[in-house]
Every structure is written in C-alpha cells, then in structure tokens.
Nanobody
Framework: QVQLVESGGGLVQAGGSLRLSCAAS????????MGWFRQAPGKEREFVAA????????YSGDSAKGRFTISRDSAKKTVDLQMTSLKPEDTAVYYC????????????????????WGQGTQVTVSS
C-alpha cells in the first residue's frame, strides 16, 4: 500500500509561484509513475502533469504547459510540481497520485489509471 501526502499549497497572488511536494511511503516508489491532478469547486478533476518511473519522461496537460514543471526525487521519494505565472483559474485542490502503469505510450491523463491518491492540498490564487 502506498501513502501519499501533499504539501506546499497556500495563497498566492496572480503571477506568483508555488511549489507543491508529494511525499510517498510504502511500496516501491521507483516503480510508479506519478501524476498531479487538480479539482476546482463545481468542476471535474483535471489532469495537470505526469512523470515516468525514472523521471526521464514527463507529460503536461494543456493548463500546465509552459508554466508548471513536474519532477521527482527517487532518493527522497518525492514528486514536486513547480508552478509559475499562476492565474486565478489555477485555484483548486491539487492531488498527487501514483500508478503502476508506465506513462508511455499512453500518458496516463485519466484518473482511473492511478492506484493511490493523496488527500490534496489547496492552492488559491488571488487576482
């Protein structure tokens, strides 16, 4: 069983940056693809970004391209999401997730492809 705990959320002004972190425990971290999703009030869960087992491949959703960067540290068993140029529409609860599937050839954009989820961290971007 894998446990995931997100941190780093908070309140930031539009145009600012924030770095989210997800700490994993249990299981074999290096064998899991990792992803970030977000869900705003009244909206469906949205894929943000994913990273492969070894960190060599990443994939970003349209909302993240050019602004967000996903990375992982296998020694620390963490996966981070560096967010820049934040907009009010980025306001959401951000979730970390782990999958036993590889991100290639299919980039794991569907939440159903993930096996474990964190509890989420709130990100609020003020205008």
């Amino acid at each position: 069983q894998v446990q995931l705990v997100e941190s780093g959320g908070g309140l930031v002004q539009a145009g600012g940056s924030l770095r989210l972190s997800c700490a994993a425990s249990g299981g074999t971290f290096s064998r899991y693809s990792m992803g970030w999703f977000r869900q705003a009030p009244g909206k469906e869960r949205e894929f943000v970004a994913a990273i492969s087992w070894g960190g060599g491949n990443t994939y970003s959703g349209d909302s993240a391209k050019g602004r967000f960067t996903i990375s992982r540290d296998s020694a620390k068993k963490t996966v981070d999401l560096q967010m820049t140029s934040l907009k009010p529409e980025d306001t959401a609860v951000y979730y970390c997730a782990a999958s036993r599937l590889p991100i290639t050839p299919a980039p794991l954009v569907a939440g159903t492809k993930y096996d474990w989820w964190g509890q989420g961290t709130q990100v609020t971007v003020s205008s």
